[in-house]
Each structure stands twice: as C-alpha cells, then as structure tokens.
C-alpha cells in the first residue's frame, strides 16, 4: 500500500492506495474514521487486484482540518473534496464504495460524477427531506456522540462498539484512535449542515441512477434499519434487493471482510462489464 497527499483548494487530502493495477475502486469512510479503516480490503487479495484507493476526509485521519468548517464538514463539503481528488488521479470512471457517513458523500457526488461505473452504500440510510430519522436509525444511546465536539474516552468507547455486531470481540482499537484523531468540528458542523437540509435529496437521488447500486446491509447493525433499506425505491438496485450480510454489524467490512470483499469484487466486476458494454455501443 502507498499513502500520499494531494493538495485540494491548498488542503492536504491523505490518500491510500492499494498495489493492484485492476478497474479502480474508490473507498470513502465514515464519521469520525479514516481510509485505514479499509485496511482489511487495502491488504488483501482484493487490494491485489483491483486498484483501491481510499482517502481521509478533511479532518480525518491524516488529511488536513477544513478551512471552513461549517461548508467543508458538509456532505457536499466532503463530496466536493472527493470529487476534486478523483478528477487529480483520474479516477472518474470508479466504481464508489461509501461506508455509513461515506455512503451520503458518495451519493451526494454522484451527480458529479456521470462517468461513474456504480455505487455501493452500506451503514447508510439515504434520506430526503425532511429526513425521516427515526425511521432510518435505530433509537441508539451512541448516537448522540456522532455530533458532539468533544468525546470522554466512555463515550468513544460506546460509540465505537456500535459499530459491531452485540458482544463481538472484534478489535476496535484502530477505530477509537481514528475517533480521537478526528476534528471534533466535524461532527459539530455535520450535524448543523444535516439540520438546515444542507445536502441533497437522496431518495431522488436514488431514483434517477442509471448505474447500479449496491445496498449492504450487516445482520446485526446496531445503528440502521434494515426495515427501512428494504423499503427504498432503487431502480437501479444490484440483484433487486439488499444485500444482508449475516454475524455483522455497522461496520460489516471490518467483521465480515471475507464476504464483503467477495461482494465488491463481484458487484465491481459486474458495473465494469456494464460500462465497457456502454463504451462498445
């Protein structure tokens, strides 16, 4: 794996890129993590494979804090930022995987992104307006430290371990250093850009893809509702329906890296084939 910066607006983005020379993949994560936390498919027969690259969002990981963060801590902040890196490395025709915050940016970037081979989301509800919020998300007390500045070490601690399956001994360890690395703004103003309908509608957005969507969903999420996934409108939706992953929860690539790998690997082949088909028309 290779780790580099590239400069966006004169801010640093982190990037980590996997040895494979394949179709690329571009990996996005969620509140509060980094790019690492895709290691398990960065250092993997996957990785070897297919060209993954996944970057830290501003105030994650090793990238750079926003300059302003009440517009750069957005959904469209984050997909602006991303857009700007995949147009630096070429890497516009990818097929995007967003993981719970990384699956809204991904869809909120769609719309700037028509070469595109296809989406994946999973730990994301994509919601309209107003946001149906209990409906999407389970009433979980960890929740609430998904939009706090500052976390204790209690609450870092809870908040990581909903991220599993219940009782599982999977190591978080990388996950809570992420947390505490992470510019606590950024949960702050997320929560601010979420309030003011500061994103757009993604159930629209669903609705007018013409590539696929991939929806993963972890048995045992703690956080989103599968109920609420199995009821979308996706036209475009990978093998008609959500793909549940049994023993994982919120964060299903790090638990079940083996059957979530093999399902990317197969969804991208299939949205690679489709694009090249497209090409050959």
């Known amino acids: 794996m290779r780790t580099h910066i590239v400069q966006v607006n004169n801010q640093a983005i982190a990037v980590h890129e996997s040895e494979g020379s394949g179709p690329p993949i571009v990996l996005v994560h969620g509140n509060s993590s980094s790019g690492l936390t895709f290691s398990r498919q960065l250092f993997s ?5 297919h060209h993954l690259v996944a970057i830290d969002l501003p105030g994650h990981g090793e990238s750079d804090r926003a300059q302003e963060p009440g517009t750069g801590y957005s959904v469209p902040g984050y997909a602006k930022t991303l857009v700007a890196v995949c147009e630096q490395l070429g890497l516009n025709d990818a097929v995007f ?18 070469r595109a081979a296809g989406f994946m989301i999973f730990g994301t509800p ?11 998300f389970f009433p979980h007390p960890a929740m609430a430290a998904a939009f706090k500045p500052n976390l204790s070490e209690a609450e870092i601690e809870a908040f990581v371990a909903a991220f599993f399956k219940p009782g599982s001994p999977a190591s978080a360890e990388a996950f809570k250093a992420d947390v505490r690395r992470a510019d606590g703004n950024a949960r702050l103003a997320l929560a601010a850009s979420i309030q003011s309908g500061g994103y757009e509608d993604e159930l629209s957005i669903l609705a007018g893809l013409t590539v696929p969507l991939a929806i993963l969903h972890g048995e045992q999420e703690q956080l989103v509702s599968g109920a609420y996934l199995n009821a979308l409108v996706a036209p475009t939706l990978w093998r008609s329906e959500v793909q549940t992953v049994a023993d994982a929860g919120h964060a299903l690539h790090w638990e079940q890296r083996f059957k979530f790998n093999a399902l990317l690997d197969v969804f991208a082949h299939h949205c690679q084939r489709r694009a090249a088909a497209a090409r050959n028309n």
């Open 126 to 136: 994509p919601i309209g307006f107003p946001p149906d919020m209990a409906g999407a």
């Open 45 to 49: 027969p996957l990785g070897s494979d």
């Open 97 to 114: 995987v967003g993981w719970s915050l990384g699956g809204h940016v991904v869809l909120e970037a769609s719309a700037l992104l028509p």
